[in-house]
């Protein structure tokens, strides 16, 4: 039997049509992906107070949506936080954005400490204790890499002087490079917590993103930094990184050997598994979620109402979890979205198959038009 040789352009251009909208690559800002059960798991996790202090990773692939997941556990910890009538401090950060001249573990212990000066003053009595015991963490910090440091974080800003500056650089021997060190700065962390200023926190919970794409050493300095706090009451973290590009990074700075077979774990995924408690996977997209994707993505520019959006992807989540086809999707009165619901069928198979269920790939104005119409 001969070969039947399909020509994707030809189907690309009855499937696309001619207005084909382009979409941002920033994170998503609305879970079209259903990724709320994803983000309400790791929230669970974090209010937990059996694990705390945790560490908790969220590993996906380059385009897993693993950023997006992170803007919704936060929003999950601020509803949380609402209903408790407690407040959780949220930290972003994402290591690679560092400042290469300052140092990663530098980097996050100055966020850290700036976010946490923003919660008092230092014009009432508590405030004043509190400040004095986040000067006495700073001191034990060598900064001398990067004395610049001190002119652009919230830590030093609230120090009056230059010589105040200056006096934070540390060369003292029992400083974070020593385990006598790291022992003293986590007593002064955890004495810093239970400060009264302080009272208003219940916990802190650091999102931690990129971390799979930067450099072997700053991996492992910020992983050290991190380990560094997790002996705190009230400090957890999330790590959005695929798991095994971090685990590569740590064996190029240990030079460690892989593991020895598939029944043992390499030493680099077990001293990353010693700072992370426990990870939770990014699922790919299904085919139906792929369906429901690109649909929305579609009607998206077209509707004025951002209730009747909202009340489509609803309808797709309801529809996912019946284990329903999309094509049972009942369209808002008087619209035209039939044709979008079309395209996006004939669309699905080509990108569900080419790109593996990755949504960064499948969003259309995210590709190269040439991997599109050469999908084969």
Known sequence: MPFAFVDWGQVMSQAV???????????AVQDLLSFGAVAATVADALFDEALDPVAIGLSGAWGSGKTSVLE???????????????????????PWRYDPAVGPKESLIAEVLGALSK???????????????????????????????????????????????????????????????????????????????????????????????????????????????????????????????????????????????EEHEAPAKLYLHKIVQTTIPLPGLSRFDTHAYLFLLLVRSELDSEDTFTALVEQCDELRRAGDSIDDLELPQGSDLTQHLATAARLTPILYEKFHGNPRRIKPGCTEPAEITSAS
């Open 72 to 94: 919704l556990v936060k929003a999950e910890i601020d509803q949380r936080s609402l209903d408790a009538g407690s407040k959780v401090l949220v930290i972003p950060t994402q």
């Open 119 to 261: 919660e008092f003053t230092d014009t009432d009595p508590a405030g004043k204790v509190a400040l004095e015991g986040i000067k006495k963490l700073v001191r034990k910090v060598n900064w001398s890499k990067a004395v610049k440091l001190a002119t652009k974080t919230a830590v030093t800003m609230q120090i009056p002087t230059l010589d105040d500056v200056f006096s934070l650089v540390s060369d003292d021997p029992e400083s974070l490079d020593s385990d006598k060190g790291m022992a003293g700065f986590r007593e002064a962390f955890e004495e810093l917590l239970s400060e009264p200023a302080l009272a208003h926190v219940s916990r802190i919970v650091v999102l931690v993103d990129d971390l799979d794409r930067c450099l072997p050493d700053t991996v492992v300095d910020t992983l050290e930094a991190i380990r560094l706090f997790l002996s705190a009451k009230g400090m957890s973290f999330v790590i959005a990184a695929d798991e095994d590009r971090v685990a590569e990074a740590i064996q190029q700075k240990f030079k460690t050997p892989p593991a020895a077979g």
């Open 17 to 27: 049509p001619s207005t084909f909208p382009l979409w941002s690559d920033e994170p």
